[in-house]
Each structure stands twice: as structure tokens, then as C-alpha cells.
């Protein structure tokens, strides 16, 4: 099946530097990915769709210059969180559909961001 | 806004009772998916309905879509402590994305 990398698993980073997110899809090319951020104990919030070669469409409330998102491949999405505040930390999942059917998306691993 | 709402929130079970989650869409679906996340862990993708009236089954689970395409279940025959975790409906959106409901967490005391 399907399989999506999603690296690193868990980062620390101070307040005020940037970290970058990495969204592999293995064995499929994945057109769309999609970015979600999950409070605890909450459901997962989209964040924005990373198109392959264009820019992402970001939701409503979701700081564009915070959170890069570049889709340069087929295969790779990165999430850029920007100067981090403690306030972004959070647990972020990115998902890629490259099958049609019945096999639904597939997660990544998630990224679980600490800022201090 | 599409809304996909999901009950109960919490669930708590003994070892062999049966669980039941509910989701209802503000709009008629396309399809609904149904995911499983275990504590500490990612969605893992369950099954998709497509038809009205669908019921599948997944060993102990079984899964429905209503009529209207607009709701959704989904049943655990005597669950077991494997069972445990957070169980989240979903349904697209017009822009390709899905929406998700809140889920359901079961817990289950053995």
C-alpha cells in the first residue's frame, strides 16, 4: 500500500528559529499533499493544500508567511515553521492521496514540535 | 461551512461490550472514510463507503452510510483492548481535502 515518510518525528527548537518538516510519499507520486495540525485531544485541523509546482492554498486563519510549504516534487512536500513561538507547538500530520478508490489517504507519521 | 460532527466524544467500554460511533454531514457526501488513531500515534485509513445504504464489514467492525449519504457508523462487536484509540470520520470537500469529525476515543478496561 501506500506509504507516506514524514521526518523528523519529534523536534525542540528555541523560540524564534525556524524548523522544516519533511513529507515523503515512497512508492506513489502524490500531486497533493495536505497539511494538518492536532491539538491534544482534538481532531485534526487542515492547514493548507500543497499543490506539486504551485503554490499552497492555505485554510482561513492559517498564517501563509508562518508556515511555508513548498511542493518542488512529486514526492516531497516540507512544512517551514517560521520563527517558532511555544504557541506553535503542536502535533503536525501531513497526507498524500495517490490511489484512487477505495484506499483513502494515507498519514504520515506526524511531527511532534516542542518550542521553548 | 460543511460541518461532519461526530458522537459520542468518549467512550468508555469493559472488554467485550460493543462500541458504536456516530457522524453526520451538513451535506450529502461523496463518500465517507473512516480513520483509526491510536494513542501517540497518526491516522491510519479504515475503509471508504461510497453507496447509499452501504454496509461493510471489517471482522468485528461494520460500517454503514445512510441512505441520504449524509450519515454514518460505525460498530465494534465485542471490542477488545486492541480496540483502543481515537476513531475519526471523514468526508471530502469540494476542494479535494477532507473534513474531518472530532472523533470518538474508546477506551477499553480489560
Known amino acids: 500500500g501506500a506509504v507516506v515518510s514524514q521526518h523528523p518525528s519529534r523536534v525542540i527548537c528555541k523560540s524564534g528559529t525556524s524548523v522544516k518538516i519533511e513529507c515523503r510519499s515512497l512508492?506513489?507520486?502524490?500531486?497533493?499533499m495536505f497539511w494538518y495540525r492536532q491539538f491534544p485531544k482534538q481532531s485534526l485541523m487542515l492547514m493548507a493544500t500543497?499543490?506539486?509546482?504551485?503554490?499552497?492554498?492555505?485554510e482561513q486563519g492559517v498564517e501563509k508567511d508562518k508556515f511555508l510549504i513548498n511542493h518542488a516534487s512529486l514526492t516531497l512536500s516540507t512544512l517551514t515553521v517560521t520563527s517558532a513561538h511555544p504557541e506553535d507547538s503542536s502535533f503536525y500530520i501531513c497526507s498524500a492521496s495517490g490511489l484512487q478508490g477505495s484506499y483513502g489517504y494515507t498519514f504520515g507519521s506526524g511531527t511532534r514540535l516542542t518550542v521553548v | 461551512g460543511q460541518q461532519v460532527m461526530q458522537i459520542p466524544q468518549y467512550q468508555h467500554v469493559q472488554e467485550g461490550e460493543d462500541f458504536t460511533t456516530y457522524c453526520n454531514s451538513s451535506?450529502?457526501?461523496?463518500?465517507i472514510q473512516w480513520y483509526k488513531q491510536r494513542p501517540g500515534g497518526h491516522p491510519v485509513f479504515l475503509i471508504q463507503l461510497v453507496k447509499s445504504g452501504e454496509v461493510k464489514k471489517q471482522k468485528r467492525l461494520t460500517f454503514q452510510f445512510g441512505e441520504a449519504k449524509k450519515n454514518s457508523s460505525l460498530h465494534i462487536t465485542a471490542t477488545q483492548t486492541t480496540d483502543v484509540g481515537t476513531y475519526f470520520c471523514a468526508g471530502p470537500r469540494s476542494q479535494g481535502n477532507l473534513i474531518f469529525g472530532k472523533g470518538t476515543k474508546l477506551s477499553v478496561k480489560p
Open positions: 500543497s499543490n506539486e509546482g504551485s503554490k499552497a492554498t492555505y
Open positions: 451535506t450529502t457526501l461523496s463518500n
Open positions: 512508492d506513489f507520486q502524490a500531486t497533493t
